[in-house]
């Protein structure tokens, strides 16, 4: 009885102690981002590694989900008549929903993976600790840039994603469905609110800032060697895409609050 | 005279295992120490905690007489200023290349501008016995021995008062760790710095040291001139000096 409940005891203590170490890494990370020095050129370089670089994936994952989320509605309305409806739902789908989680799903898998083993390699061979006697703040000189770089290359990327989505959905629709393609645009416009692609842009940032912090803090804590930064690209990954779906949710529930 | 660094009743534990328990350290300006001890003593740790990479349970650390042993962000980046330190694998930063490395504090630490930087990682090199050519290389491209040479101009490229030596010779060939410890005297003979630095190799503690510690169960439990470690009268010390499997030193298989 007595092991049982330590047992339980020792979860919930290593469950709070990580929350309470991402906290404080969060609040590092935070603080960094606005005092002195700030690394404008490391910030350029990182946001060409995460966002330019991470173009192309995220271009033909929206392209094909804006595909067939075209054929889905067609085959769906048929049923009860409404597949007229699929310009609309393409464009709310893609601005709203599927642009923004698609493309943090496939940066949590490219750059969070990538963030965890090179952060994780610079702690295992001690290129961390050197940046200390060098008398600069590695969270300064490796978290904040790749923060800042995610946040601004977020939306970027989901605004060109939301385009390419409506255009894969545009594609389908005009060569495969026999949709008008005028008229298939002209419902597209008309009905996108300002609202779907600005709440998809703020969800955007957000999961950009839960990749690069997860990258980062998975690497800062890995252990012992090549497979303590596997574990720890492991957990990047895992961590910040259950963290991107949660954090859909709740900014969902928030932003479309009646 | 105040001591250059000062360790008192220093303490540090990793859950249960106690690792430091109570080291007392003077380290006298212009000096050479050398910490010897098995692995697994806490040598690191005690380098680790002087630098603020750790953070001591108890105890107290004196820099230049200033207490050091809790402060952070721009007050620790100042005090850092004044340490150099070598890797024992060289900490390379793989992604800059070699001069780059070298300049690394100069521009990050201190702002100096990136082509005098360069000049003066250039100089440093030179002064390991480094070319020009390998300025510009990639520390992936170098040999071990190089790439503790670059370690090397790293740790003296901003002329620091303090330089940390963790392992200097380990894992070099004979004649490369003597050329390394030739470089370890001469370099810090001319920045005039006071050195710290650990190692289980007798030969290069011998030669790089005017003074010994020995650390043993988280204490210091000899210290003396490099010249009396031969007649310590401390069977720990004798053990360790000599090499001896047996003695009062029971190495922890399991650890």
Redesign the interface.
């Known amino acids: 009885m007595m092991n049982f409940l330590a047992s339980i005891g020792r979860a919930v203590l290593t469950v709070l102690a990580h929350v309470g170490r991402l906290a404080q890494f969060t609040g590092q990370a935070l603080a960094g981002v606005v005092s002195p020095p700030i690394y404008t050129r490391l910030i350029i370089s990182q946001m060409i590694r995460i966002g330019y670089f991470s173009l192309p994936v995220v271009g033909l994952t929206a392209f094909f989900t804006g595909g067939v989320l075209a054929l889905q509605i067609y085959l769906g309305g048929n049923r009860f008549g409404a597949e007229a409806i699929v310009p609309q739902v393409v464009v709310l789908g893609i601005t709203r929903e599927l642009g923004p989680v698609i493309a943090g799903l496939m940066i949590a898998g490219r750059v969070a993976a990538a963030i965890a083993a090179e952060i994780g390699t ?1 702690k295992v ?3 961390i ?2 940046l ?6 590695p969270i300064k ?1 490796l978290v904040v840039p790749r923060v800042v770089a995610a946040v601004i290359c977020m939306p970027i990327l989901t605004a060109i994603g939301d385009s390419i989505g409506v255009l894969g959905g545009y594609v389908v629709s005009v060569y495969n469905l026999d949709f008008n393609g005028t008229s298939y645009l002209k419902n597209t416009v008309d009905f996108a609110h300002q609202d779907d692609i600005t709440s998809g842009l703020i969800k955007a940032a957000v999961f950009g800032f839960i990749v690069a912090l997860m990258g980062c803090y998975n690497g800062f804590n890995s252990k012992g060697g090549a497979q303590g930064v596997g574990n720890a690209t492991t957990n990047a990954v895992v961590a910040s895409s259950i963290l991107i779906l949660a954090a859909d949710y709740v900014l969902t529930a928030l932003l479309f609050h009646k | 005279m105040t001591a250059k660094i000062q360790l008192i009743g220093v303490k540090k534990r990793f859950g249960p295992k106690v690792v430091l328990d109570g080291v007392d350290l003077t380290i006298e300006k212009q000096s050479s120490l050398v910490i010897i001890g098995g692995s697994g003593t806490g040598k690191s740790v005690t380098i ?1 905690s002087i ?3 750790l953070r001591p349970d108890e105890g107290t650390i004196l820099v230049d007489g200033e207490d050091i042993t809790h402060i952070g962000g721009a007050a620790r ?2 005090v ?2 004044k ?3 070598l ?3 060289g ?4 992604s800059l290349p070699v001069w780059e490395n070298v300049a ?2 100069l521009i ?3 702002g100096v501008a990136r082509a005098q930087a360069r000049d003066i990682a250039i100089q440093k090199l030179a002064k390991v016995g480094l070319s020009e050519d390998v300025a510009f290389l990639s520390p992936a491209e170098l040999s071990g021995g190089m790439q503790k040479r670059v370690g090397l101009a ?1 740790a003296i490229a901003a002329d620091p008062e303090i330089i ?1 030596f963790d392992e200097p010779t380990t894992g070099l060939d004979p004649i490369m760790a003597d050329i390394i410890n030739d470089l370890i005297i001469s370099t810090v003979k001319d920045v005039g710095a006071t050195a710290l630095s650990i190692t289980h190799d007798m030969v290069s503690a011998r030669k790089i040291s005017d003074k010994i510690a020995m650390l043993y169960g988280g204490k210091i439990i000899w210290q003396g001139p490099t010249g009396d470690i031969d007649h310590s009268g401390n069977p720990y010390v004798e053990q360790f000096i000599h090499g001896r499997a047996e003695g009062p030193i029971k190495m922890a298989v399991k650890a």
Not at chain 1, 132 to 137: D, E, G, I, K
Not at chain 2, 91 to 94: G, I
Request: charged share 25%.
């Open positions: 610079m061979t001690e290129q600790d050197a200390t006697t060098l008398a600069t703040n000189y | 680790k630098l603020g990479i980046d100042k850092m200023r340490f150099g330190m890797f024992q694998g900490a390379l930063f793989d690394f504090g990050q630490g201190r790293r940390f």
